[in-house]
């Protein structure tokens, strides 16, 4: 499976992973699945974790999937810290997804580690 999804109870995460190649239609399935978890649970905290991830899609995909979130229920008040991937040559394109939903006011960070992005969207735990 390119994209896994699931509900962290402890500490109250929703968590994707990306696995080799991911299409832009397996982005958009995999947000609406975090989506569905978040409402179910509760929760707006997700990591995604990207060390792993290969490719598949495009920097145009990555701005695509970011113009939809508002129709995927995703408001500004979400936190999303991304690991980075182990692949050189996808950095890029995860760091224009962190700055192009930086630009546009969604609170996304990029991180070496799973412990680190943990860290970090353990400080919005209320």
């Known amino acids: 499976m390119p994209a896994a999804v699931q509900y962290l109870d402890k500490p109250n995460i929703i968590e994707i ?3 080799g190649v991911i299409s832009p239609q397996e982005l958009i399935d995999a947000a609406k699945d ?3 978890e978040s409402k179910d649970h509760g929760s707006k905290l997700i990591l995604a974790d990207c060390t792993r991830l290969e490719g598949g ?3 145009a995909d990555l701005l695509d999937l970011i113009l939809l979130f508002g129709e995927l ?3 500004r008040s979400y936190r999303e810290a991304i690991v980075l991937p182990s692949l050189a040559h996808q950095l890029g394109n995860v760091e224009f997804f962190e700055t192009a939903c930086l ?3 969604y609170n996304v960070r990029l991180f070496g580690t799973r412990e680190a992005g943990m860290g970090w969207l353990g400080e919005f735990l209320g």
Request: proline share 0%; hydrophobic share 35%; charged share 25%.
């Open 17 to 19: 992973v990306y696995d």
């Open 73 to 75: 229920g995703i408001d």
């Open 57 to 59: 899609h495009s920097i």
């Open 103 to 105: 630009n546009r006011g």
């Open 34 to 36: 975090a989506i569905r």
